[in-house]
């Protein structure tokens, strides 16, 4: 899975519903459909430690995506 993909899919499981499904808007497909299934509720954690990745990795990946830094929502 790539950078992208590991970021997303943490996004993901640490924004609830409504704010995924906002974050999604404008992603190309791929990116989305994970926004866009994620649950109404937020599972609670450190976003950077669930993607396992260099905290710097994960905040350049959030910028070429056009997505906010943490906290969400």
Request: charged share 25%; hydrophobic share 45%.
């Amino acid at each position: 899975m790539d950078d992208r993909m590991v970021v997303i899919e943490a996004l993901a499981a640490h924004v609830s519903g409504p704010d995924a499904r906002r974050l999604a808007d404008g992603l190309p497909e791929p990116y989305a459909l994970p926004l866009l299934r994620a649950s109404e509720l937020a599972e609670p954690g450190d976003f950077y430690a669930a993607t396992a990745l260099p905290r710097e990795r994960v905040d350049r990946v959030l910028d070429e995506l056009g997505l906010p830094h943490p906290p969400f929502g």
